[in-house]
């Protein structure tokens, strides 16, 4: 079946870097939207970034200028490069997919686990 997995979080100090994967594997056709979101404890889940199967992207004003999404569809590997980050950028990060899988008729969404971003001053 189908599976979504993100890594490369980790600790950082504020204005350094971090690059985030999103790995789909498994029976993956094809595809679709792919959204970065983050949870910080007591916070409401957020949509950060988005790209859709044409390449166009939108994001979030907190992180506009500071962070890119991009996809390579050949590796189905989504990522989101972070710069310039800040401590309130500290959350855990989810990957969310449309994904098309083998043997089935529809698109369906999935969530990898998340990956823990800490930013320290």
């Known amino acids: 079946q189908v599976q979504l997995a993100e890594s490369g979080g980790g600790l950082v100090q504020a204005g350094g870097s971090l690059r985030l994967s999103c790995t789909a594997s498994?029976?993956?056709?094809?595809?679709?939207?792919v959204g970065w979101y983050r949870q910080a404890p007591g916070l409401e889940r957020e949509l950060v970034a988005i790209i859709d199967r044409d390449g166009g992207t939108d994001y979030a004003h907190s992180v506009q200028g500071r962070f890119t999404i991009s996809r390579d569809d050949a590796k189905k590997t989504f990522l989101l490069q972070m710069n310039s980050l800040k401590t309130e950028d500290t959350a855990v990060y989810l990957c969310n997919a449309a994904v098309l899988a083998y043997y089935d008729g529809r698109a369906r969404q999935y969530w990898g686990r998340g990956t823990q971003v800490t930013v320290s001053s």
């Open positions: 498994g029976t993956v056709l094809s595809v679709g939207t």
